[in-house]
């Protein structure tokens, strides 16, 4: 018998990992971490996302309050992102995703280096 209130949009897991639990909004965030980023830099530093999804998964993340993001009224357009007070409670969470990887994924060759890739 399957448990239908563990698949539903109430469930808080489910919840969660739909707010952050992707390809790239993980990698995103890590990016963003505790600085104000613009899109360009976003774009340049994860250059495999293009910029559709990149695009996408910011709108998304905003719409989860986990990213702030502020467009400012000037030619060229710039736009900034940085974490909400939500987001940045969710760097613990992604840092021990990234320690428990490097724990027990024996394809990882120099973690020290793999810790600071995106910083």
Not at 52 to 61: G, I, R, S
Not at 81 to 91: D, I, M, N, R, V
Request: proline share 5%; with cysteine.
């Amino acid at each position: 018998m399957r448990d239908n209130n563990f698949c539903n949009s109430h469930c808080p897991l489910t919840r969660a990992v739909g707010a952050v639990g992707n390809k790239w909004k993980p990698l995103i965030l890590h990016v963003i971490r505790e600085r104000t980023v613009r899109f360009g830099q976003l774009d340049a530093i994860i250059p495999i996302i293009t910029r559709k999804v990149l695009t996408e998964q910011l709108k998304e993340l905003e719409e989860d309050e986990i990213i702030r993001r502020v467009a400012y009224n000037e030619l060229p357009r710039r736009v900034e992102y940085s974490l909400t007070e939500k987001g940045l409670a969710f760097l613990p969470i992604l840092d021990q995703m990234q320690e428990w990887n490097i724990r027990f994924d024996s394809k990882i060759k120099d973690p020290e280096n793999t810790i600071e890739l995106f910083r």
